[in-house]
């Protein structure tokens, strides 16, 4: 299983992570680095692979379509999701799902206890004054950050 396009995303998704924090978006060439990402990589992967990969990656972009329309969720987030989804091994998409579960946990509880004890500061940060919206993006890029780390050290 190879995990090196995961770990060449990491710097995307730290970016993903800091612009969704700060500012509530995810700029679309995020994404797009990630897409173009994917594409160098993917001839390096097994065809099988890719083609599950696509799969995956298009289920989350059509649930979270929905989602988006239902309001429930931003386009940026969906975007990247969907992307992520490229570069997870299909043999592991299970575990990042309980993975990704866990960061968003994590996310959330994070965001209400820095809400609340209000950071020096923290004015500047969109996401620190957007009460009932939560930044995604930071459960994105730590899901897709420790999803690699977590196989590496499973299979390393």
Known sequence: MSLLPLFLLTPVLIAVGYCDLRYMRIPNPLVYTALVLFAFTAPFLPLADVGMRL???????????????????????????????????????????????????????????????????????VSMQAAGQFPMGISIAFSGIAHAWLLQSLTG
């Open 55 to 125: 799969l995956a990656a298009t289920v989350v972009f059509l649930i979270g379509f929905g989602l988006f329309a239902l309001r429930l969720l931003g386009g940026g987030d969906v975007k990247m999701l969907a992307a992520l989804m490229l570069f997870i091994p299909p043999q592991s998409i299970a575990l990042y799902g309980y993975v990704f579960s866990f960061s968003m946990a994590l996310g959330i509880i994070a965001i209400l206890i820095l809400r609340r004890i209000q950071i020096a500061g923290s004015g500047h940060w």
